[in-house]
């Protein structure tokens, strides 16, 4: 008996690991907000709901195979199921009660998370625009008139209507904790509403492949309270430098930079959901020519241009509205 259950152990043991490793590692699974919430209940009740069916599955095929086992008195067994109208009800039954099942909370839950949190409907949400550029996130407060690149605070709370898109490549939102990813594309602005209901830092990134640089495509989300963020909106407003053109023609070049903050934004004159063409026109305008990644003039000229980034930093004064 033992020697029939084998095939089952590899299984076995990967439950064992799932149930004891906790949720440590799984910050999907650990949310910090509504929406988050609602996506981790709807992986759990799948989850769960599919566990079953393979239980139920291993089951019967541990029964089948030990009941119709090769033995003396038992030989030459010939079933004939051809047409049978019971079986065939039964095995179509089944599975469309499984698909029903799972579709209604997924389908509900899909179109309930299109707009804001059921427990701040009544709240006005803030409104962000998150820009993708290879390989940074640039965030643009259009009510605070403040811009950041490659960090967000946000106030605990209070919805945040996120509105995507993207200068050049697709890529996609993501922040684990606090909800489910959305695409990010040029020429085209996507809706994506998340909050936090708890004060703390959280990881941000892009979770669709764009190529060399993907890897570091990342942004730190705080929420604080509503005190601290406005503070912090209007100490941005009136001590951190301008965002010029020319300055941000440059973050059109693909390559990460640091955390930065301004007191204007970029929507000033371009919006990328509106104008896919921007980022290649910086680039060309710039004298920018599209490489062979990792190749000796690839790196050369990242090398040069980390430097003028890193000269530039050094000469401005930011205004130390952003310490960590
Ligand atoms: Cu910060």
Known sequence: ?????????????????????????????????????????????????????????????????????????????????????????????????????????????????????????????????????????????????????NYLHIPEDRPVLFKLTSADSMASFWVPQLGGQKYAMAGMETELYLQADEQGTYEGRNSNFTGEGFTDHTFDVMAMSDAEFEKWASETKAEAPELTKGQYDKLMLPGHVKEMTFSSTHLDWVDHSKNAEYALDARERLGYEEKIPHSRAAKEEKKKREEEMKKQEESESHGDSHAH
Not at 21 to 38: A, F, N, Q, T, W
Not at 90 to 101: F, G, R, S, Y
Request: include cysteine.
């Open 1 to 149: 008996m033992m020697r029939r259950l084998k095939p089952f152990l590899p299984f076995g043991l990967m439950m064992a690991v799932f149930m004891l490793s906790g949720c440590s590692d799984m910050i999907v699974l650990d949310p910090k907000g509504p929406v988050g919430e609602e996506q981790k209940d709807l992986i759990m009740y799948s989850i769960w709901f599919m566990l079953f069916i393979l239980l139920v599955v291993y089951a019967l095929t541990a029964f089948i195979v030990y009941k119709y086992r090769d033995r003396k008195n038992h030989k030459g067994y010939d079933p004939d199921n051809e047409g049978s109208h019971l079986l065939e009800t039964i095995w179509w039954i089944i599975p469309i009660i499984i698909v029903i099942a799972l579709s209604i909370p997924t389908v509900k839950s899909i179109y309930s998370l299109e707009g804001p949190p059921e427990e701040s409907k009544d709240q006005k949400p803030l409104v962000i625009h998150a820009t993708s550029v290879n390989w940074k996130w640039v965030f643009t407060y259009p009510e605070q008139d403040i811009e950041t690149v």
